[in-house]
């Protein structure tokens, strides 16, 4: 498994001073992000070969957030490839080793030039190391959307929620979706399914639904389809 390590940051806490689920994916995501750019996979390489990993979905589970100054280790393991699409684990650990939360992913590689999927390269097959998958209760991809859903408040995507791929970025999806929660809600699960790509100017018109301490929000279009959903589960 990849790792490095951290310490949570005044920046990356709430108002109790414990990591925040946004913070929690930007260090998954930071964590992918130096594993390629440490492999020579990174941005520049994609670039060169005109080629994009989106991130297809995300099962989050959380056992404790960490609290602020606490010393963590971040890590990440991709474990299955198949044609265009990539699987990987990722695990937030305490500086002893103990798993305070775990997550998949599955990630498909697109040609940029037209938009369609693409075959691993050679380079990405002799260099990512897989490994075994993590243990953890495995979700399905796909979320259902329940029928009895309310409309909230859209939001325009502004140039924040870009990134370097000139579309929303996978954890703005979710950071938006979680402002429809309730106050004190604790996470104990994120799961998110990404439809299509949002970019600059886009309205995302928030469906949201919620029952049994379980709230799924779509991100959808002006026609209703949606762009992401994403589904949490409270502690």
Known sequence: MYTFES???????????????ASLINYFQDCSTFHSEDLNL???????EHLVWVLSSWQIVVNRYPAL???????????????FLGYRNFALMDKEGGTLAVANSL???LDTD????????????EGYELGEKLEMDYAPRKIALPPDGTEGEPVLVR???LDTNHHVNNQQFIHIAMDYLPENLVVGQVRAEYKKQAFLDNVLIPYISGRDNVYTIALRDEEAKPYAVVEVTGK
Do not use: F
């Open 107 to 109: 990630w498909s590689l």
């Open 69 to 83: 100054g606490e010393n963590v280790i971040i890590g990440t393991q991709p474990y299955e490839v198949k044609g």
């Open 7 to 21: 310490r949570i940051r005044y920046s990356e806490t709430d108002s109790e001073g414990k990591l925040t689920m």
């Open 159 to 161: 140039k924040h929620h």
């Open 42 to 48: 990174g941005v520049e390489y994609l670039k060169k």
């Open 114 to 125: 037209t938009g369609k999927p693409a075959s691993v390269t050679q380079a990405m097959m």
